[in-house]
């Protein structure tokens, strides 16, 4: 079964320092999403995407946080610098337009 | 106001119970509803849609009242596996908006 893959699964830094996370979504799923998720709280959209462009991204911290999807396949999230208040599960999951979204494992960010 | 709220819990019940989680939401517009089921540390996964007519799968029953703007959950012959945080989702368009989950713990 097609899933969606993230790397790394976990991450711990030191605030300050720069953090990027990888996303590759099912294939042929032109939606990709980055969702933040704190403990104890449901994720939280950060950036949609549609093929390579951003559809939404209201949400993202633009002052330290980045995204993109080059090629319109796989994506990645960068924060510069992290903050300890960063520390969360960042979950990335695709869909078929307007569709259910399949989510992946997600990555563990501990900022020290 | 939150967009989806829902009691946190946790609620414990024991096996074989029967157990409802309700949520509201305060966007009219909303086009789409779900319950997601969430592991602890592990991704939300779909567990259904909810429509208005109602819906059911197996010991699960998902209902929707748009004038109330509500949402149910009724979970009957509860199994430790039940066992996890319940997510209500709402929906526009391709955008999803998560309520804070729900835990449930289902004791032997």
């Known amino acids: 079964e097609a899933e969606v893959a993230q790397s790394p699964r976990y991450k711990i830094t030191e605030k300050s320092q720069a953090v990027a996370f990888w996303c590759d979504p099912i294939?042929?799923?032109?939606?990709l999403y980055w969702y933040r998720q704190i403990l104890g709280q449901g994720p939280e959209l950060l950036v949609q995407?549609?093929?390579?462009?951003?559809?939404?991204d209201s949400q993202l911290p633009k002052d330290r946080f980045s995204a993109e999807r080059l090629k319109g396949v796989d994506s990645t999230l960068k924060i510069q610098p992290a903050e300890l208040g960063d520390s969360a599960m960042y979950l990335c999951?695709?869909?078929?337009?307007?569709?259910?979204?399949?989510f992946g494992p997600g990555t563990r960010l501990t900022v020290l | 106001r939150k967009e989806v709220e829902q009691d946190p819990g946790p609620f414990n019940v024991p096996e074989g119970a029967t157990v409802a989680f309700n949520c509201t939401y305060s966007?009219?517009?909303?086009?789409?509803f779900f319950w997601y089921r969430q592991d602890c540390r592990k991704e939300p996964k779909l567990l259904m849609s909810?429509?208005?007519s109602g819906n059911e799968d197996g010991r699960f029953t998902a209902q929707l009242n748009r004038a109330s703007q509500y949402i149910s959950l009724l979970i009957r012959d509860s199994k430790l596996s039940d066992s996890a945080t319940y997510l209500c989702?709402?929906?526009?368009?391709?955008?999803?908006?998560f309520g804070k989950g729900t835990m449930l713990l289902v004791s032997p």
């Open positions: 995407f549609q093929d390579e462009s951003v559809v939404d």
């Open positions: 966007n009219s517009a909303s086009q789409s």
């Open positions: 909810v429509y208005s």
């Open positions: 989702v709402v929906a526009r368009y391709s955008t999803l908006t």
């Open positions: 999951a695709s869909s078929p337009l307007y569709n259910e979204q399949f």
């Open positions: 294939s042929g799923h032109a939606t």
